[in-house]
């Protein structure tokens, strides 16, 4: 491979690139459901043929969006586990540094729970459960480890615990959503993961 193709490759790669950061902030100031090719080729200055050029079809951009999604978040939320000294802390240290992520990109729950794409394309709902399934096993999984730990409740569903987490978060994020700028995402999250931990924590009759 010559210099001139490497170059041609990473010129492409960096298109994507920009074309997956103009979709995501046209969702944030627009919604998921009247963002077009179009709209992504003016916020970029060029043609819709520039656009198809690197991805097929608009389903494809979505694709690639979930993708750098599921990339980032999973990058932030290892990072902010991986600091931590034991399974709770690491639930916690996950939940915040999840809640900073969307405070940076409030797109991106738009983009995850949107029904216009879980029933438009059958890959990006296959996707989208995958990424949301992976999640939930991880915190089940630190669950498990802090019951063997005595931290929470042994009688404690994980599963049913890791599923509430994330709902936790979808429904904060709807919630400021709805208030717009009344209500700060980070300050609503810091009232509420302490009612998670009560719920979950160990109780009398388990010692």
């Known amino acids: 491979m010559n210099q001139q193709t490497i170059k041609r490759r990473l010129s492409t790669e960096e298109r994507q690139s920009e074309i997956i950061r103009v979709a995501i902030q046209l969702t944030e100031e627009r919604g998921i459901d009247s963002v077009t090719t179009q709209d992504m080729a003016d916020a970029m200055n060029v043609t819709q043929g520039a656009i198809f050029k690197h991805f097929t079809t608009k389903d494809d951009i979505w694709l690639a969006v979930i993708n750098w999604i599921r990339g980032r978040l999973m990058r932030v939320l290892e990072k902010a586990a991986v600091e931590a000294v034991d399974p709770i802390d690491a639930i916690e240290r996950m939940f915040f540094a999840h809640i900073t992520f969307v405070s940076k990109y409030p797109a991106i729950p738009r983009l995850l729970f949107s029904e216009m794409l879980h029933k438009k394309n059958s890959k990006l ?83």
């Open 125 to 207: 709902r296959d996707l989208i459960q995958e990424i949301i399934s992976g999640y939930e096993g991880k915190i089940s999984g630190l669950l498990e480890a802090a019951k063997e730990q005595s931290l929470v409740s042994r009688d404690l569903e994980s599963k049913n615990a890791a599923v509430l987490y994330i709902g936790m978060i979808q429904g904060l994020f709807m919630q400021v959503s709805i208030f717009g700028g009344k209500r700060s995402l980070l300050d609503e999250a810091k009232k509420t993961f302490p009612i998670y931990l009560q719920g979950i924590k160990k109780r009398n009759e388990d010692i």
